[in-house]
């Protein structure tokens, strides 16, 4: 698969004919594809023969959702604009890529991560290369070189109905997730644990373990000198 053969020819005009909405998704799709992220979702999730690509597919939605997309539904707005992305799934056939995910239980999840972990240490160390160290992270007033800072929070995400997981919780209705990203390179996300709504905010174990799965998405050459932070909740586990 050439995953980039879809943007050759592509350019940026201030004018003209053939005007498409949301053109930045074009710069998410080529970042996908350029540090490798779509290449290796692909070989971590197997296609049907003759299908969409997965990798390609399961990309593309994560670029709907920074578009700001809510539901899967919302997945068509690459699909409607094929002058722009080139061919593009279905929203059925996006269905059916996340029952196939699904079914693949822990096994399929742990392929997926290690692809988006591939495609991190790519990234960073692109980024190094040029820039010679880790964005700084702010610390009270003053920022903090040397460190890599990974940031961890538990999130109330409300639901509308019944939902799997979702529980009353002291903010209504929802789900409880808990989040771990880091603070260097702007809120990027390493792990997050997807809990019911009823979850603790202080439960010590669920920290350890979003903090062991944090760690182990970092490039090992940046896992040596670190500093976790957590918000006031999580400050009482023992």
Not at 150 to 160: E, F, G, K, M, S
Not at 206 to 216: E, F, K, R
Request: net charge positive; with cysteine.
């Amino acid at each position: 698969m050439n995953a980039t053969g879809w943007s050759r020819g592509l350019g940026v005009t201030g004018g003209g004919a053939g005007v498409v909405s949301h053109a930045g998704l074009a710069l998410l799709r080529q970042l996908a594809d350029r540090t490798g992220l779509t290449a290796c979702l692909s070989a971590a999730l197997p296609s049907p023969l003759g299908g969409h690509d997965r990798g390609r597919l399961f990309a593309d939605l994560a670029r709907a959702i920074a578009d700001g997309a809510r539901v899967i539904s919302d997945f068509r707005v690459m699909g409607d604009q094929r002058e722009l992305f080139g061919p593009v799934a279905s929203v059925p056939t996006a269905w059916r890529a996340l029952g196939e995910i699904a079914a693949g239980g822990d096994r399929r999840r742990r392929k997926v991560t290690a692809a988006v972990n591939a495609a991190r240490r790519y990234a960073w160390a692109r980024g190094t290369a040029r820039h010679g160290v880790l964005p700084l992270v702010w610390v009270a007033d003053r920022k903090l070189g040397g460190v890599t800072c990974i940031r961890l929070d538990a999130t109330v995400v409300p639901a509308h109905s019944g939902k799997d997981l979702a529980e009353a919780n002291v903010k209504g209705y929802g789900h409880h997730p808990l989040l771990a990203y880091c603070a260097n390179t702007g809120g990027e996300p390493l792990a997050w644990m997807l809990r019911k709504g009823s979850a603790g905010s202080n439960t010590a174990a669920d920290h350890i373990a979003i903090t062991d799965a944090a760690v182990a998405a970092l490039p090992s050459a940046f896992r040596r000198n670190l500093m976790i932070t957590l918000d006031g909740a999580g400050s009482v586990t023992s």
